[in-house]
């Protein structure tokens, strides 16, 4: 199965970049996953990497794989109010999702 | 383009009890997995149902079950419910069973609570 573990809380001023990070112990993991969790919502799929890239970027979010130390980041450049959320990064395994605890990002003013 | 509805929103249920949980997956989806969320953590792998049959299960007891039907909608059924069930469920439907880049796309869960 698959481990994902995460830090629990990033707190940022508006504006600046937030990075999230992430560790993962399947190596076969075929794709890793960010999502995005709002107070009293599903999860929202902010956007993915596929295992043998080394970077995405999409818009405002950047991920980073280092797949010889398993670790995945989540970087978020200016970051706004409406970013303050839980952040989940997940790995892929044939047919299911394996999740971290999720990051709960706080932005400050 | 619809996306995946979930019902009830809320629930509260006795111990023992048996529930039901209703699942629409976005249209033109033949996937649906059910997760549950209990507070504070990450999402937990219960089953995935393709073309209406289960396809793969995580650690959760026969007690949990579910079904697909024709129009790819979905039920979770938990029986003899027990405080730990308390949680949130959340469904996340896709296309295709295994294989490609397999985006999953989530509804907003149902909240139950048992007493």
């Known amino acids: 199965g698959e481990d994902v573990e995460q830090s629990l809380f990033l707190s940022v001023r508006e504006g600046d970049s937030s990075v999230i990070n992430c560790t993962y112990t399947?190596?076969?993991?075929?794709?890793l996953y960010w999502y995005k969790q709002e107070p009293g919502a599903g999860l929202q799929l902010l956007t993915y990497?596929?295992?043998?890239?080394d970077m995405k970027q999409d818009q405002r979010l950047t991920v980073l794989l280092n797949k010889k130390d398993k670790h995945l980041s989540l970087r978020i450049a200016d970051t706004q109010t409406g970013d303050s959320a839980i952040y989940f990064c997940?790995?892929?395994?044939?047919?299911?999702?394996?999740f971290g605890a999720g990051t709960t990002v706080t932005v400050r003013a | 383009e619809t996306g995946v509805t979930q019902s009830p929103t809320h629930l509260i249920k006795t111990r023992g009890q048996q529930v039901t949980l209703r699942c629409s997956s976005q249209?033109?989806?033949?996937?649906v997995s059910w997760y549950q969320q209990a507070l504070g953590q990450g999402p937990q792998f219960i089953f995935q149902?393709?073309?209406?049959?289960?396809?793969g299960r995580g650690n959760f007891p026969p007690r949990f079950s579910g079904l697909q039907f024709p129009n790819y909608s979905s039920e979770l059924n938990v029986n003899a419910l027990e405080l730990d069930d308390s949680a949130l469920y959340l469904c996340?439907?896709?296309?295709?069973?295994?294989?490609?880049?397999?985006?999953?796309?989530f509804g907003p869960g149902t909240r139950l609570t048992v007493t």
């Open positions: 249209s033109g989806h033949n996937t």
């Open positions: 997940a790995g892929r395994n044939d047919y299911k999702l394996s």
């Open positions: 149902y393709y073309r209406e049959e289960e396809n």
């Open positions: 990497i596929f295992s043998n890239m």
């Open positions: 996340a439907s896709s296309l295709g069973g295994t294989g490609g880049l397999y985006e999953q796309y």
């Open positions: 399947d190596s076969s993991s075929t794709y």
